[in-house]
């Protein structure tokens, strides 16, 4: 059977891999330890697949609770996840993932903790918005920061658990104190990593669902149902519920 993983080398000591299109996680390689951030779908032994990255001790972090960067859990010891997002873990886990394997142990992280790879360190940094304990980490080494979904160029602000798109923004102006550290985002989904000023336009998007209530914009359709659309930037939109204004 072919690998569903596929290899993007991003540069000091990061590795991003892309499952089939479906979501993406990075490795990243400290001195002692090499670092999993999100674990994607669980369809296959992701363990084994960082394994022809690295053969260092592995940490793991989930940016947030969804199944497409948890279920992978299944196949290490344990995982930092903060505990906000631990409900919303265990409502997916309890729907059984495809390979009906159970979840490996959760710890709790919190904004401003470090995980350190052996003098590599990460700072994790609350971005709450498409789920209310999603974390990014700050690596400072590559500049680069990993945001997991709460960063995407299509950002899902409909779900039940999402928060506002007050509350949203006001995650992203508590940013405001660490972009001089950082140039690019790697997020959630993709191949490549992201201009840290998407950052601006996703501000400026924020206020302006906000000051307009998101007047013009039309629904569209998403696996779960049907949400309105707003366009951003040539490639970026937002999904919402009106409740989220």
Same mark, same amino acid.
């Given at each position: ?17 892309? @499952? ?17 951030? @999100? =674990? ?15 053969? $260092?001790?592995? &940490?793991?972090?989930?940016? +947030?609770? +969804? *199944? ?15 505990? $906000? ?8 886990? !309890?729907?059984? *993932?495809?390979?009906?394997?159970? *979840?490996? *142990? ?11 790879? #052996? ?8 971005? &709450?918005?498409? /789920? ?6 700050? @690596? ?6 990993? /945001? ?25 102006? &508590? ?10 985002? !790697?997020?959630? +989904? #993709? ?16 206020? @302006?669902?906000?000051?307009?209530? #998101? ?14 659309? +707003? ?9 919402? =519920? $009106?409740? $989220?204004?």
């Amino acid at each position: 059977m072919q690998q569903r993983a596929v290899f993007y080398p991003l540069g000091e000591g990061i590795t991003l891999i892309d @499952d089939a299109g479906e979501a993406t996680c990075y490795v990243v390689e400290g001195p002692e330890k090499a670092l999993v951030i @999100d =674990t994607v779908n669980g369809k296959e032994d992701l363990k084994a697949v960082v394994r022809q990255i690295t053969d $260092k001790p592995l &940490a793991v972090f989930n940016t +947030h609770g +969804h *199944p497409d960067h948890v279920f992978g859990n299944v196949f290490f010891e344990e995982a930092y996840l903060n505990k $906000k997002d631990w409900p919303i873990h265990d409502a997916f886990f !309890a729907q059984q *993932p495809e390979n009906g394997a159970k *979840p490996c *142990p959760l710890k709790d992280i919190q904004p401003g903790d470090t995980i350190d790879l #052996g003098g590599r360190k990460l700072l994790a940094i609350a971005l &709450a918005g498409h /789920t209310p304990g999603s974390l990014c980490l700050l @690596d400072d080494q590559s500049r680069t920061l990993f /945001t997991g979904d709460s960063m995407c160029h299509t950002l899902w602000m409909q779900l039940d658990h999402s928060t506002s798109i007050q509350t949203l923004l006001d995650s992203l102006n &508590a940013l405001d104190p660490y972009r001089q550290r950082f140039d690019r985002l !790697a997020m959630g +989904h #993709g191949t490549q990593t992201t201009p840290a000023d998407y950052i601006d336009r996703l501000k400026a998007c924020a206020e @302006d669902l906000i000051r307009t209530g #998101g007047e013009g914009d039309e629904q569209g359709s998403w696996f779960g149902g049907v949400a309105y659309h +707003h366009r951003f930037g040539e490639n970026d939109s937002i999904f919402y =519920t $009106k409740d $989220k204004l």
